[in-house]
């Protein structure tokens, strides 16, 4: 029997396993998979098997910032409860991910030059997936890394934070010739507004034009518009438009600090003009 990449996948998903061992498996069980599950039961890999099937709502998030504020990443953790992601041996076991992260920068889990599941746990010994599998066991819970955001910008900052909740989070990339010292609570500030506030995009040249379209064409099929003369109807769209943009797009929704100001004027404010927000990214544990 042929075995695809999608059948590899999708043993490896339940089970945790590595693909060379989930294809071998496959290809030992003549495709069947009970009987790959059996046989990487008896490879030793009892502990982990179908551990993914079960929920991963809790764990920890956290941040790494290179010194120069020009790279960070913003990874998550998961488990199936609170109690073990408040337990030291939990946050023992994320704090290894946080230092292999720190010194190896990985790209994102499983994508980019360097994968973080491919990589070897701290540039040693067994790879990051294998150490999930054997933590999964060891935790009786089903253990998986379930964000790896980089962002690097080489013309300006990238800030990070993480909730008190070590749940949620964000990271966001912003060109600023600002000092690394000053941008860096600037940005943070930033990221809590992230959190907050949910943006779905940067700026406004990021919205989709259909997007905007769909949106106006609710806008003139509002009853108050119906009556009104086409160029009162056309300042009433780019109006409502407007309104649109500020609670969608991130540098257009009023600050988190002054609501008087918009995200952009406030960076603006606080770290000098020209700026941009480039990227941002926002997580969310058991979202």
Known sequence: MEITSQMVRELRDLTGASMMECKKALVASNGEREAAFDYLRKSGLKSATKKAERSTAEGRLFAVRAKDGRRAHLCGVACETDFLAKAEKFGAFVKRIETHVAQLDPTGIEDGARPLLAQRLNGEGASVREALQEAAGGFGENTRITHCVRLENTKGQV??????????????????????????????????????????????????????????????????????????????????????????????????????LSVHKALEKGLGAPLRIEAYERAHLGA
Request: proline share 5%.
């Open 159 to 260: 800030g990070t934070y993480v909730h008190h909740d070590n749940k949620q989070g964000a990271i966001v990339s912003v060109t600023t010739a600002a000092a690394p010292d000053r941008a860096a609570e600037m940005l943070k500030a930033l990221c809590q507004h992230i959190v907050v506030f949910r943006p779905a995009y940067a700026n406004r040249e990021d919205v989709p034009a259909a997007d905007v379209e769909r949106e106006r064409a609710v806008i003139l099929a509002a009853e108050d518009m119906k009556t009104k003369p086409e160029n009162v109807r056309e300042k009433m769209v780019v109006g409502r438009l407007n309104s649109f943009f500020a609670q969608t797009v991130l540098a257009e929704q009023p600050w988190i600090l002054d609501d008087k």
